[in-house]
């Protein structure tokens, strides 16, 4: 098994994912904090690792990958036991579709580099940043809550077993807790986050367990 580092930070939702991901698959990472709040993303050094100044970066021997949705696919190609996509392809198709969701149409409206332009460039306050927040969370958890009702027929998103969606989904969830979000409109969500809570790698992976926890 090649040697694995994790650059992270303990409340980037995106790194959040390939945790979960690792703990699921019971792959150990060296875990290497880059503290977002600090601005450690934004140094040359940072830099060179990762052009985009962004968590999560995943390296072993052979590579260096950026991307959490990118990270999550080599994961499963390199490490494939336990499966985190499933075999079957409507199933798969499923599962990348809600990870997409979430990684592509959610979360990247409601990211600090987002936030904080809104609020340099046209001087928003924090009660509209929070309106904002809210409004992009809220659509795309309705969305998703619907296709829910179609694919998780058993605890989690898709199938009898977590997969990339569950990895997703958990994060985003902790994100919209984070912000107040209101989620009695969306119980299949509710249903599967405390599902997933109930297996370890989930607990482990949670960004109070993370040593850069602050």
Same mark, same amino acid.
């Given at each position: ?42 140094? *040359?050094?940072?830099? %060179?690792?990762?052009?985009?100044? +962004?968590?999560?970066? @995943? ?5 260096? #990958? /950026? $991307? ?58 924090? *009660?509209?940043?929070? %309106?904002?927040?809210?409004?992009? +969370?809220?659509?795309? @958890? ?5 296709? #829910? /009702? $179609? ?62 926890? %602050?």
């Amino acid at each position: 098994m090649a040697d694995l580092s994790l650059y992270t930070y303990w409340r980037s939702t995106a790194a959040y994912r390939v945790r979960i991901a690792l703990e699921l698959k019971g792959l150990a990472a060296t875990v290497i904090p880059v503290n977002l709040l600090h601005g450690e993303q934004l140094a *040359a050094e940072f830099g %060179a690792i990762n052009p985009q100044h +962004m968590v999560p970066v @995943l390296e072993d021997e052979q590579v260096r #990958l /950026t $991307q959490s949705l990118a990270i999550l696919e080599y994961l499963e190609e390199v490490y494939p036991t336990p499966p985190l996509i499933p075999s079957d392809p409507v199933q798969a198709a499923q599962v990348r579709a809600i990870a997409q969701l979430i990684a592509c149409d959610i979360h990247p409206l409601n990211v600090p580099r987002v936030t904080g332009y809104l609020t340099r460039e046209f001087g928003i306050t924090e *009660a509209q940043k929070t %309106a904002w927040m809210h409004h992009w +969370m809220q659509q795309g @958890l309705a969305a998703l809550e619907s296709l #829910l /009702t $179609q694919t998780a027929t058993h605890d989690y998103c898709v199938g009898p077993t977590p997969t990339i969606a569950d990895c997703c989904l958990i994060p985003q969830v902790y994100s919209a807790r984070r912000f107040s979000v209101i989620l009695d409109h969306y119980p299949r969500i509710r249903h599967l986050y405390d599902a997933c809570h109930l297996l370890s790698a989930f607990v482990r992976a949670a960004p109070e367990q993370q040593p850069d926890c %602050a």
